[in-house]
């Protein structure tokens, strides 16, 4: 099999990569990518012919508003096109391979988004790929979701300094990603989870073996008030994710403690900001108090999407 090019220059470094884990790029890499997303926010004309002629398959076999706008949109911000393949146009695995799906692929199109349950699905189409592979959401990871998510906060905070990040509820692939992303980037993250619910023990050994390096705090706690005091970040996402519907009830009960309501939150600092990827199950993970209230930025957070997405498909696929 032919090995994908993966030329490195120190102007061009993550052309032609693929972004399926926030570990795929380095602290540089990562901070690279944040300042060209200020600068594509605030200067969105300058790029609209920056992929002129570039076309992405936007993969998806979850449901998604977000992520299936901020990609659709933004490669046709930056002069590109893209193509959406549900499930009832590939049916990936089942009307033909991961394999036969990324040859045919990267004959047409310059790269490829995939949002799909099986993390092993978005690995395998990578490597088959010739061309750029970025994960949309997988049952292990949400990078996308924890660039822009930083991004938001630098937009706040300025710095992460000193800044005390929490994630409270479901140790998910949203947490997956958001405690890589603290570790690369060398500051203080909290997750608080129920005991049968933390991150995976091998994304929490690679977060502290990061962090190791970086000089980041990464903290797994089943108490929801020590994550919250004195926080910057308050940070929740749904109890069930795609996928695990049938556990919804029984997770209601469980994760009940860990709901980021006013009492929760007044343990923060008055000027915590509140996050969520969406979408929001109001009165469960979040009350609604919380979520509308003036410290909430999680439609900025949306938006971010957009931002951050169209950087990273611009290192990526630009020639
Ligand atoms: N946050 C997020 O990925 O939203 P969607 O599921 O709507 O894409
Ligand atoms: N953890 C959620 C995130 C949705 C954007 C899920 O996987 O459903």
């Known amino acids: 099999m032919k090995k994908k090019a993966k030329k490195k220059t120190a102007k061009r470094a993550l052309r032609g990569r693929d972004y399926l ?10 901070k690279s990518l944040l300042a060209l997303t200020a600068e594509i926010k605030a200067h969105p004309r300058r790029y609209r012919r920056s992929l002129e002629g570039k076309m992405m398959a936007l993969i998806f076999e979850k449901p998604s508003l977000r992520t299936r706008t901020s990609f659709t949109v933004g490669i046709k911000q930056l002069g590109g096109d893209s193509i959406l393949l549900t499930p009832a146009d590939i049916n990936l695995g089942k009307r033909e391979s991961v394999y036969d799906v990324a040859k045919n692929l990267e004959r047409m199109v310059d790269g490829i988004m995939i949002r799909t349950f099986g993390h092993d699905i978005c690995t395998s189409l990578a490597q088959h790929a010739s061309i750029p592979v970025i994960n949309g959401l997988t049952d292990l990871e949400h990078p996308c979701q924890a660039m822009a998510d930083i991004f938001t906060v630098l937009e706040h905070k300025k710095s992460l300094k000193r800044l005390k990040l929490s994630y409270i509820g479901d140790g ?35 977060a502290l073996g990061i962090a190791s390096e970086t000089g980041a705090h990464i903290v797994w706690t089943a108490d929801p008030v020590e994550a919250a005091r004195e926080a910057d970040m308050v940070y929740t996402d749904t109890w069930a994710s795609m996928g695990q519907e049938a556990e919804a009830a029984a997770r209601r009960a469980v994760f009940a403690p860990y709901q980021v309501n006013k009492a929760l939150i007044s343990h923060a600092r008055e000027d915590v900001l509140f996050m969520h990827c969406l979408p929001a199950h109001r009165g469960e993970e979040v009350t609604d108090e919380v979520i509308d209230s003036l410290n909430s930025v999680v439609f900025q957070e949306a938006e971010n999407r957009l931002h951050a997405q169209k950087a990273i498909m611009l290192e990526l696929l630009r020639e």
């Not at 884990?21 to 990562?30: C, H, L, N, P, R």
């Not at 603290?182 to 997750?191: I, N, P, Y």
């Open 172 to 206: 998910n692939n949203v947490a997956h990603s958001l405690v890589l992303i603290a570790a690369k980037l060398g500051t203080t993250m909290f997750v608080a989870t129920p005991e049968g619910y933390k991150p995976q023990a091998a994304i929490m050994e690679r």
């Open 21 to 30: 884990s926030v570990d795929d790029f380095s602290t540089a890499e990562i």
